[in-house]
């Protein structure tokens, strides 16, 4: 069996979930870069065969208690997948995941963890980051709950990915 490419999300549901989906798609849109639902990365870049990710995930999610992700600043970078995103707090909770997820998967490509829900992939100049900023604003309130870990299969194009599975965090 070969290796495949699979990251762990966490999502927001309901309104804040539609909030970012819409958000998404219009910027998608506008600018010609590829729809995707909003999420923040808790680990990505896992090479691992689909059978062992999948008890690894589980283990995770029976490890992790629901937490809160808190949205604070716009922001941007240079990278394809980080072209315009929302960065999240990096409170105890959030990073206490973080590491029992390396802790899990220390194979994953190995990155300085900066937790955040991507608006927008591509590759733009500063001065349409900037335009964008002014229009959507540059600082999100918004808080969602982590209550369920996703697994998607993250190879190719980024209409490829799929959702493997999910996981409830524990009670």
Do not use: C
Not at 38 to 59: C, F, R, Y
Not at 69 to 75: A, E, F, G, P, R
Not at 140 to 152: C, H, I, K, N, R
């Amino acid at each position: 069996m070969s290796l495949r490419k699979y990251s762990l999300w966490l999502m927001p549901a309901g309104a804040t979930a539609q909030k970012f989906s819409r958000l998404i798609s219009q910027l998608a849109q506008r600018y010609s870069s590829p729809t995707f639902l909003p999420h923040v990365t808790l680990i990505g870049s896992i090479e691992a065969q689909e059978e062992e990710i999948l008890t690894k995930a589980q283990e995770l999610a029976s490890l992790l208690h629901p937490y809160p992700l808190q949205l604070t600043n716009v922001d941007y970078t240079d990278v394809y997948y980080r072209a315009l995103f929302v960065r999240v707090e990096a409170s105890a909770e959030v990073l206490s995941a973080y590491q029992q997820a390396r802790n899990l998967f220390p194979s994953a490509k190995k990155t300085d963890y900066m937790p955040h829900l991507s608006l927008l992939y591509g590759d733009f100049s500063v001065e349409t980051k900037k335009e964008i900023i002014q229009k959507i604003g540059d600082h999100f309130t918004d808080t969602f709950e982590a209550t369920v870990l996703y697994l998607y299969l993250t190879e190719g194009a980024v209409s490829d990915w799929q959702k493997i599975n999910a996981f409830l965090l524990r009670e």
